[in-house]
């Protein structure tokens, strides 16, 4: 006989409450099986009333309070002199008690998997005297557990991963369910899983909820992810036990299962000649299926005539092979060229070397196109020499360039005159012969770097570069000359054949064996008796003296001509004059004094008497300086031309600062002199956005522009015048320019003129011109009447 869901319920909850009511029977116990006990004052009875547990079903719907049990005690006679007392946790809110028979009832629907149990305490009392009868004793009311939670995947939905082509079997992930239910009452928390979506691909284990695979050789380029739906029930998995459900998505990782392939097996491809060396030619690429690591490749040109023109690499982001050129391509020497490309992957996974090679082979042929390229010079530098003596138009040497194409076109030489802006070398067109231009001086320029153009007469844009380093040799055209400035003194005391100076020379001239230099005096100052030379023979000469007894006052300074010559063919002489001082020297020989007005100048002023006349120069100085200050400081007059330089001056008040009695918002005296520059004052109330750092003078420019200028620096001064109206107000200035042939225009100079105009309208144009009613008006309150 089978029971169904509602059925087994019930079956469940009538077992209950008979348990229930075999344990309310336990808790009586006769009285006959109490054991008397003695208290202080007066013998008594121990307790004849004990039980140990009550149960009540969970979940009871019942509308009627659910009976939970019954307490008695002996010494209840049924006369209603005993009454019953319940306390502890839920006592009243969810059990109450009859007081005269002891029956114990639930008001509220229990949970177990809120509270499983309840402790309370109960006692029987005197009626009367409200006193117990027995001592109080504490009992426990279990809730009993019935199948009313379903198994929770508290850890759902999983993700999990495995690799493709993994054997059956082999385990992916490990889900857990959960029962809220009591697992030591009954298969109500007992869980078993099942797949109910990902079927035949892969199961679970019953028990521990493991999934495995199901089927072998998943391949993940086929399909790389599967969903499953995997189911926990209770009740060991029988009619009436409650499920749940959770998803797993199961994701197969790549392994190196596919093996590298060109999808063709061979390329074409087209460059042209003038493609520069590291260029890319093409790329290539073999396709696999893998990801990753697994599809990581190597390229490498195993055969082929072009293995040391190209070398192919790998992008490592793209996996492609990128052929490019090492060395440059000549149309003219080969037109094509043939490589033989193996591409194979980096990983390769022992376990699927039967379904290898990982590699592949492909061809690429290259076809080299012919573009016009320009001339070719025979050599990249040429090296020349010419002489600094060659006249113009001597013949240096000569470039040759050749056009490498097919067609071979003329070619038409010229000088880039940027490597030769003086113009010392020019060259034929048409023969590419460089000669002289200017006189070469290789003191000046010993070599000259110059660059030659070679151009296609057909295709003047092609152009080659040639690079012409010409050497000047040199030839003996400088005299030599003293190596410096030599500052040559004499002592007094000097004996003779003493050296005084040591003297070399210097020659711009480079001849090839090295200078040597020929010192001696000139034929005049050869018998002089005061100096004598001696030529050194190592390119120096020393000067000697011949007497002694040399004094200041007789001569002072001696002028002695020394000729040099040189070793050049032709040789070269100068003559150099070397200044020779007499001196009052120390002991040691080191010159003190060389002046010889110092030695005949009678002792003269004093050191004070010195100090003291330029104390006085510059009182002096300091007493011009104040004077003259004092006068520039001196206020010129503010009004040149009273007649000539009225101007009006209209203030708009229709601010709440400053009032009508406010005249300091502006400086008559400024708009009279346009050239007082005043130091610019910085507002305090607000910022200013510009710091006007300097102010404009006034030139003679068109009138207009003068009114402009006028107005704008008025109107700058007033907004970082901090003296100045509140910030919001307007300040208007009318200024007629300087050197007006009308002369002044202004209405404050025609009323005082016999002006027949009435301006008594203006007070019929509200308080705002009640001012310019006042200044302007004729009736009796006007301002000038």
């Excluded at 042929?365 to 020349?384: A, G």
């Excluded at 080191?590 to 003269?604: K, M």
Aim: glycine share 6%; with cysteine.
């Amino acid at each position: 006989m089978k029971f169904g869901k509602v059925e087994f319920c019930h079956f469940l909850q009538i077992i209950a409450l008979f348990l229930c009511l075999s344990g309310m029977n336990q808790a009586e116990l006769p009285k006959s099986r109490s054991k008397p006990y003695f208290q202080s004052g007066r013998p008594r009875t121990k307790r004849s009333w004990v039980w140990n547990q009550f149960f009540v079903l969970e979940e009871y719907m019942g509308t009627d309070p659910l009976y939970v049990g019954k307490l008695h005690s002996d010494v209840d006679k049924g006369d209603g002199s005993i009454k019953y007392i319940l306390s502890g946790e839920g006592a009243s809110s969810i059990f109450i008690i009859d007081e005269n028979t002891g029956d114990i009832h639930a008001t509220k629907r229990l949970d177990r998997e809120e509270q499983a149990y309840y402790t309370l305490r109960a006692q029987a009392l005197d009626r009367l005297t409200n006193k117990p009868v027995e001592p109080e004793s504490e009992f426990v009311i279990k809730i009993q557990d019935i199948n009313d939670n379903e198994p929770k995947f508290l850890d759902g939905p999983y993700t999990a991963g495995v690799p493709e082509m993994s054997p059956v079997g082999t385990s992916v992930v490990q889900v857990t369910a959960t029962d809220a239910d009591d697992p030591t009452y009954g298969n109500s928390a007992r869980v078993v899983y099942s797949i109910l979506q990902g079927q035949p691909y892969f199961s679970v284990e019953p028990k521990t909820g493991i999934i495995k695979t199901a089927l072998p050789n998943m391949d993940r380029e086929a399909k790389d992810q599967y969903l499953l739906v995997i189911q926990a029930k209770d009740m060991v998995g029988q009619n009436g036990g409650l499920s749940g459900t959770t998803s797993v998505t199961v994701t197969l990782t790549d392994v190196n299962d596919n093996p590298p392939r060109f999808p063709r097996r061979s390329y074409q491809y087209n460059v042209p000649e003038s493609l520069p060396v590291a260029s890319v030619v093409a790329r290539i690429k073999a396709a696999d299926a893998d990801v990753g690591p697994n599809a990581e490749m190597e390229y490498k040109i195993v055969d082929g005539d072009g293995l040391g023109v190209f070398k192919i690499s790998v992008d490592k982001d793209t996996q492609e092979g990128i052929i490019t050129i090492q060395k440059e391509l000549d149309f003219e020497a080969k037109t094509s060229y043939t490589l033989r490309i193996e591409a194979a992957n980096k990983h390769v996974d022992s376990h699927f070397q039967s379904l290898g090679p990982f590699s592949d082979m492909t061809t690429v042929k290259i076809i080299v196109e012919d573009v016009d390229e320009p001339p070719v010079f025979t050599s990249r530098l040429y090296s020349m020499v010419v002489s600094e003596a060659a006249k113009v138009g001597t013949i240096i040497g000569t470039v040759a360039a050749h056009d490498p194409d097919v067609s071979n076109s003329p070619v038409r030489y010229s000088i880039d005159r940027n490597t030769d802006l003086e113009r010392y070398f020019n060259i034929d067109a048409n023969t590419g012969v460089i000669t002289t231009a200017k006189s070469l001086d290789r003191e000046t320029n010993a070599v000259h770097n110059i660059t030659v153009l070679a151009m296609e007469s057909q295709n003047p844009a092609q152009i080659g570069r040639g690079y012409v380093a010409i050497t000047i040799l040199d030839i003996n055209d400088n005299a030599p000359e003293f190596a410096m400035e030599y500052e040559t003194t004499v002592c007094e005391n000097a004996q003779p054949g003493q050296v005084i100076q040591k003297i070399s020379a210097v020659d711009k001239d480079d001849p090839p064996s090295g200078h040597q230099f020929y010192f001696s005096l000139t034929a005049e100052a050869a018998n002089n008796h005061n100096f004598t030379l001696q030529d050194n023979k190592d390119n120096t000469a020393s000067v000697l003296t011949r007497r002694n007894g040399f004094r200041r006052q007789e001569q002072s300074v001696f002028y002695l001509p020394i000729f040099i010559v040189d070793s050049g063919s032709p040789s070269l002489s100068s003559t150099n004059t070397l200044t020779i001082r007499v001196c009052d020297c120390d002991a040691d020989g080191i010159a003190q004094t060389c002046n010889a007005e110092a030695y005949i100048l009678p002792a003269g002023l004093s050191t004070g008497a010195l100090i003291a006349i330029l104390a006085c120069v510059l009182t002096l100085l300091v007493l011009v300086l104040l004077i003259v200050t004092m006068r520039r400081r001196k206020k010129e007059p503010l009004i040149f031309d009273e007649e000539r330089d009225i101007r009006e001056n209209i203030v708009r008040y229709d601010d709440e600062g400053g009032g009508e009695e406010d005249t300091e918002a502006f400086d008559m005296a400024a708009l009279r002199n346009l050239n007082i520059i005043r130091d610019t004052k910085t507002r305090r109330d607000v910022t200013p956005e510009i710091q006007f750092l300097s102010r404009p003078t006034f030139k003679s420019i068109p009138d207009n522009v003068i009114f402009r200028e006028f107005i704008w620096e008025r109107l700058k001064e007033a907004d970082v015048d901090p003296c100045a109206p509140p910030y919001d107000s307007l300040q208007t200035y009318a200024f007629e320019g300087n050197g007006s042939v009308a002369e002044s225009l202004s209405s404050l100079d025609s009323i005082s003129s016999n002006s027949d105009q009435n301006y008594d309208y203006l007070s019929d144009w509200g308080p705002h011109f009640k001012r310019l009613a006042d200044m302007y008006g004729t009736g009796p309150d006007s301002f000038y009447s």
